[in-house]
């Protein structure tokens, strides 16, 4: 079935970038989510890449989209402590389907 | 716009019990979803809802879980009886349609099953 990965931790100071970094394995995802969850929240949607596009950049966050590696990547630019929490990468294939990575846990030091 | 409302927030029962969880989308919106999310996982999508008729439930342990959505708004999912893997937080979504639209999140209900 399909699967996301996702590496589990990162950590870096203030000010500094951050990528998060995410594969999955459906080759027929049409959308590619990146999702924030901040402690006892749900989930906050960050933005979107569909599969045809290679970047996407939105203020502070920029999205890389290898669709050959299937490797997708967020880079939040200017870290701040406020964007310390879990990230989680998600695929919706043609079908309709969601699958969620186990999300990567950032910690922004001061 | 209010956002996606769930109940209770907490639970805590024993296994073998029953509970149930409610859903109040957003206003207007057609599709609605359960995940149930273990702690240190991603959500995992349980049901999918189009209006009222069910969409995707294939992740759904039909044994013990059951979902509806009688007149296309709330929505109650239901665990009967529960097992202590059960415990996890259980995020109902909302969205005015499918996969290229936003889903919107609600705050969970957080389960424990002692």
């Known amino acids: 079935g399909e699967d996301v990965e996702q590496s589990l931790f990162l950590s870096v100071r203030e000010g500094d970038s951050s990528v998060i970094n995410c594969t999955y394995t459906d080759s027929s995802s049409t959308y590619l989510y990146w999702y924030k969850q901040e402690p006892g929240a749900g989930l906050q949607l960050l933005t979107y890449?569909?599969?045809?596009?290679d970047m996407k950049q939105d203020q502070r966050l920029t999205v890389l989209l290898n669709k050959k590696d299937k490797h997708l990547s967020l880079r939040i630019a200017d870290t701040q402590t406020g964007d310390s929490a879990i990230y989680f990468c998600?695929?919706?294939?043609?079908?309709?389907?969601?699958?969620f990575g186990d999300g990567t846990t950032l910690t922004v030091k001061p | 716009e209010a956002g996606v409302a769930q109940s209770p927030r907490y639970k805590i029962i024993e296994k073998r019990q029953s509970v149930a969880f409610w859903c109040n989308p957003i206003?207007?919106?057609?599709?609605l979803y359960w995940y149930q999310q273990i702690l240190g996982q991603g959500p995992k999508l349980l049901i999918q809802f189009q209006n009222n008729g069910v969409v995707d439930d294939s992740q759904l342990p039909k044994d013990r879980f059951s979902a509806e959505r009688l007149k296309g708004v709330d929505s109650t999912l239901k665990i009967q009886p529960a097992k202590l893997e059960d415990s996890a937080v259980y995020l109902c979504?909302?969205?005015?349609?499918?996969?290229?639209?936003?889903?919107?999140f609600g705050q969970g209900t957080r389960l424990t099953v002692v």
């Open positions: 979504a909302s969205s005015s349609g499918t996969a290229n639209t936003e889903a919107f």
């Open positions: 890449i569909f599969s045809n596009m």
């Open positions: 998600a695929e919706i294939s043609n079908a309709g389907k969601s699958t």
């Open positions: 206003s207007g919106h057609a599709t």
